[in-house]
């Protein structure tokens, strides 16, 4: 069964509103519930991203967008197509929100 990368992308719509304590709790256990249903799908569920340094050749030139701005977190995640991938991250709650997607790339091994 292939793999997938997972990446939650922010996304140019504005900001949007953090959810309240009560909200949060909410979709912790929404978060286990959804993890205990795909636990045999869920290879790597990756986290949130630090620092980190562009390596390049000397002929590049930026300024460059940081990473962590444009990506906040990922997973990988096993199943047999694409879709089925997309469905398992798009059901994880809080990852697909306003402001914020996920991008679901397949790993190609040889």
Same mark, same amino acid.
């Given at each position: 069964?292939?793999?997938?990368?997972?990446?939650?992308? *922010?996304?140019?719509?504005? @900001?949007?509103?953090?959810?309240?304590?009560?909200?949060?709790?909410?979709?912790? %256990?929404?978060?286990?519930?959804?993890?205990?249903?795909?636990?045999?799908?869920?290879? @790597?569920?990756?986290?949130?991203?630090?620092?980190?340094?562009?390596?390049?050749? %000397?002929?590049?030139?930026?300024?460059?967008?940081?990473?962590?701005?444009?990506?906040?977190?990922?997973?990988?995640? *096993?199943? @047999?197509?694409? @879709?089925?991938?997309?469905?398992? %991250?798009?059901?994880?709650?809080?990852?697909?929100?306003?402001? *914020?997607?996920?991008?679901?790339?397949?790993?190609?091994?040889?």
């Amino acid at each position: 069964m292939p793999n997938f990368l997972c990446m939650q992308r *922010s996304l140019p719509i504005g @900001d949007a509103e953090a959810p309240s304590p009560t909200e949060m709790q909410d979709m912790y %256990a929404r978060f286990t519930a959804w993890q205990e249903k795909f636990q045999g799908q869920i290879i @790597d569920m990756g986290g949130p991203l630090g620092a980190g340094k562009l390596v390049s050749d %000397a002929s590049a030139d930026g300024p460059f967008v940081e990473v962590k701005e444009l990506v906040g977190g990922y997973m990988i995640v *096993s199943a @047999d197509t694409l @879709d089925e991938a997309a469905g398992v %991250a798009a059901e994880c709650p809080g990852l697909v929100r306003p402001g *914020s997607g996920v991008e679901v790339i397949e790993i190609r091994t040889p």
